[in-house]
């Protein structure tokens, strides 16, 4: 079945608490822990229990998770005190994505004017 935990996935044994992170919010589901080498005084990612390869992939298949992901990142920004930052969903090796398990990253707590896009 779709979305069902991958063995060799380091976001999904981190879904199940075997994996290297200090959770933060842990909702039914999706979950938001630090990343492990952050590149702004805040860096947390949210991601699904369940497992897809990507935002895009999750939110075809999944579309009401998809949406949880998006609301549990502004909550996570709310608990740290952030109004402005900024969320990235890297898909594909050349764009920078590491981990094939769908993911956001919220950024903030740093001044980030200059624009990518
Ligand atoms: P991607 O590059 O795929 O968009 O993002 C993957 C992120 O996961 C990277 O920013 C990387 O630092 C983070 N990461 C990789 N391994 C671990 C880990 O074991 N624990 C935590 N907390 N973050 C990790
Ligand atoms: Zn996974």
Redesign the pocket.
Known sequence: MAGEPQPDC?FCK?VAGG???TLGRKTERTVA?????P?APTHV?VIPHVHYPNAAALAAAEPEIAGELLAEAGRVAEDEGIQDYRL?F?TGAGA????FHA?V?VLGGVPMNERMV
């Open positions: 380091l981190i994996g290297p992170a822990f630090r990343d492990i080498a590149k990612l990235i890297n920078g994505q590491t981990i993911h990253h």
